[in-house]
């Protein structure tokens, strides 16, 4: 870890450090930017972040922001990946934190760039607290969280005053081997729930759900790889929606949406409508784009 900070201790540019706090070795101190990158399609990125990204020393980055926006990094910015998989973490989250802090205690600009929204399953802010413990300035830029993208892609309207007056986030992977759902809280009535992360455990999910009470024919839908080009969608209900995906596998990130609001627009009618007019001979509808 040390060895990894000392690599990107001294900028490539001077600064007017007159005004700067400095830290307790004398330095200048640095400051960070947590920055929503937005979801997969990297024109979604909000103007400010997009600035800060030009501006940065350094760009610390994860799995899900798009490489194509580290094209707005300055020629002599430090990259640097600390992304995340499921049961794959490239540096452990305690180092995140200490990096951030120690890349601004050596005088950097650093941006933190995030998938999504920082704030949104995105541990942002463990790391604003532990930056806040060092004594080291930070500033949150949010970002297009992934179901608010996903939600605009696919039309499917996350609230609509005929179908759902509500609409829950919750995070579905495992954490020590458990999930720590809030069953009462994805069962709301008029309601629309997304699940983040929670690909792989699609069949529990949706198997606890049917024996908590939900309805049988609740529409359901995953889309993979949300507003990137491409983007896939997978429609059903929450009975036949994990058998769908054993049959038609989807890459990750995925999202998973349950809720009336997919009948909304009659978007489930145009992916079977738009399957259906490519492959009139196929005895089942893959609703897939």
């Known amino acids: ?50 600035r800060l990204l030009q501006q940065a020393d350094a760009i610390v980055y994860d799995r899900l922001a798009n490489p194509v926006l580290l094209d707005y990094a300055r020629k002599h910015c430090d990259l640097i990946y600390v992304g995340k998989k499921k049961d794959q973490h490239s540096l452990p989250q305690d180092q995140i934190c200490a990096l951030l802090a120690a890349l601004a205690g050596c005088g950097k600009k650093v941006v933190r760039l995030k998938g999504g929204d920082p704030f949104i399953f995105g541990r942002g802010g463990e790391e604003v607290e532990h930056l806040a413990e060092q004594g080291i300035s930070c500033t949150i830029v949010p970002g297009i969280t992934a179901a608010i993208g996903c939600a605009a892609t696919t039309q499917i309207p996350l609230t609509h005053r005929d179908h759902a007056h509500a609409v829950t986030f919750i995070t579905g992977h495992r954490q020590h081997g458990k ?65 769908k995906l054993a049959r038609h596998p989807l890459p990750s990130p995925a999202l998973l949406i349950m809720g009336d609001v997919i009948n909304a627009n009659g978007y489930a009618q145009h992916l079977a409508d738009l399957t259906s007019a490519a492959r009139p001979q196929a005895s089942e509808i893959l609703e897939v784009i």
Not at 8 to 14: H, L, N, Q
């Open 1 to 50: 870890m040390t060895n990894i900070v000392n690599l990107f201790a001294s900028p490539e540019s001077p600064r007017d450090d007159s005004s700067r706090e400095k830290s307790p070795t004398g330095k200048s101190m640095g400051e960070v930017f947590l920055v929503g990158a937005g979801p997969g399609d990297p024109e979604l990125i909000t103007v400010k972040a997009m």
């Open 179 to 243: 999930m720590y759902i809030n069953w009462d809280l994805a069962l709301q009535k008029d309601s629309t729930v997304v699940f983040y992360m929670g690909l792989s455990n699609l069949q529990e999910i949706t198997s606890e759900l049917i024996a908590r009470g939900c309805p049988v024919d609740k529409p359901f839908a995953v889309v993979a790889q949300g507003t990137a080009k491409a983007q896939q969608v997978l429609v059903g209900t929450v009975t036949d929606i994990a058998e």
